[in-house]
């Protein structure tokens, strides 16, 4: 959220189009592979729609071609798209990999989650809930 504020304020719609894009059709890719994985490590679990495997190959195949065809024709996009990818690392470290985290780290998250709802407008006030000032 904050990389696409800084390209929003920074660069052209377009841009940020170009790199989100690229981004999607990475989680894609990435989301199709964990299904084939899962069909292979777990074939007995319970999938409410099941196809055929040669569908989510298929689909791969065409994905790394296009990947492929997206980092040569425009690597400066591709890594930008993947340095937006690794913004969320630090994130996903401080906020949910670390469980003992002191008091004071808990209180940061807090008002930086709230000051985030607040500025997005996407939670609408509770009652019965104390903000902090």
């Known amino acids: 959220c904050?990389?696409?504020l800084i390209i929003m304020l920074v660069g052209d719609t377009y841009t940020l189009i170009n790199y989100v894009s690229f981004i999607n059709y990475l989680c894609y890719g990435v989301t199709i592979i964990g299904l084939i994985v899962l069909?292979?490590?777990k074939p007995k679990i319970f999938?409410?729609?099941?196809?055929?495997?040669?569908v989510p190959?298929?689909?791969l195949a065409f994905w790394a071609f296009l990947l492929i065809f997206s980092l040569y024709s425009e690597p400066v996009v591709c890594g930008v798209g993947l340095i937006i990818i690794l913004t969320g690392v630090p994130v996903f470290f401080l906020g949910v990999y670390w469980r003992n985290k002191p008091k004071c780290v808990h209180r940061l998250i807090e008002s930086v989650t709230c000051?985030?709802?607040k500025l997005c407008f996407v939670v609408y006030p509770?009652?019965?809930?104390a903000e902090e000032e």
């Open 126 to 129: 509770q009652e019965g809930v």
């Open 39 to 41: 069909r292979w490590k």
């Open 115 to 117: 000051w985030g709802q």
């Open 2 to 4: 904050l990389a696409t």
């Open 47 to 54: 999938r409410p729609i099941k196809v055929n495997l040669l």
């Open 57 to 59: 190959i298929t689909y």
